[in-house]
């Protein structure tokens, strides 16, 4: 395939595709799709809102939304797509749906009037990797025995774009037989894969054979293949990767200078307790490589296997083997 299409999963490709009233038919399907809804349930109009509404964020900034809409239904839903890890995702989700739920009445007004309020956080990375391997999975507040609903006005949405790829690879023909609401979305914003510079044409064929009975599958395609042709767009999302791999990189940096010190006031303080505080710090969601780092410095260092074991909480196969 001779057409190139940009990422979707970039914030500003998103919001373009699934932002702007021009696409507002696009919208409504995806809202749809990924809420499931049904027959009289389903949304039929989406006004757009300030996507600069949380003026006070944690870090005491203004913090910019990707995209908030009011539907018909008389919801507000806010959908944000996010690259990079975020390890205090689920705190961040319920302050922004605690700032957008309380701005929606007015000095005076009958909390009656609140609307209620829908997150749809879309993620490259699992937010619940011990609890779940769903893709996309549904939070209500529930009583804890009997299962009641406190209320109807809180509903979080988070959808893994990773496990949806792992589900699609392993079940494809059973997702293909009986398809999730959500798949051609989905298959849209996994196509496309900045980091590793790919583009799945397997996955661009499939949508396509969708694209025949679709409407708005159609008429999204057609918008992603204009907005990804766009030289102003492409100049956008070049500077918007550089920008992430220079972030990336001095993640990694810092990661690796906090193993080396960890490692370094550990062995001076000459206690266990104080290496495995120092090296946890630097560990943190670390990768295989620089555990092996890690461990191959110990040994340098004189420690035992059983040691260094029971230092980093593994096992002693996993530090024989990084012997010799």
Known sequence: MTKEYLDLKMDFMFKQLFG???RKSITIAFLNDLLHRKENDRITDVEYENTE???EALDGKTSRLDVL???SNGERINIEIQLSHQHDMPERVLYYWSKLFSASLASGEDYQLLPPTIMINIVNYPLFPHETDSFHTVFHIKEDTEHFSWSPHLEFHAIDLSQFMVKWKKYKREMKQNPPKELPWLMMLSAANYQKKVFD???FQE?????MNEQEIREALVEWENLSANKENKELYEARLKFLRDQLSNIRGERR???KEGIKKGIKQGIEQGIKQGIDQGLEQGKEKERKEIIQKMLRKGMD????ANILDCSREEV???QG
């Open 20 to 22: 702007d009233p021009r």
């Open 53 to 55: 509404l949380i003026k």
């Open 69 to 71: 809409v009011h539907t």
């Open 201 to 203: 044409e397997e996955i």
């Open 207 to 211: 949508l396509e054979v969708l694209a």
């Open 257 to 259: 200078e906090g193993i």
């Open 305 to 308: 296997v059983k040691t260094i």
């Open 320 to 322: 024989e083997k990084y």
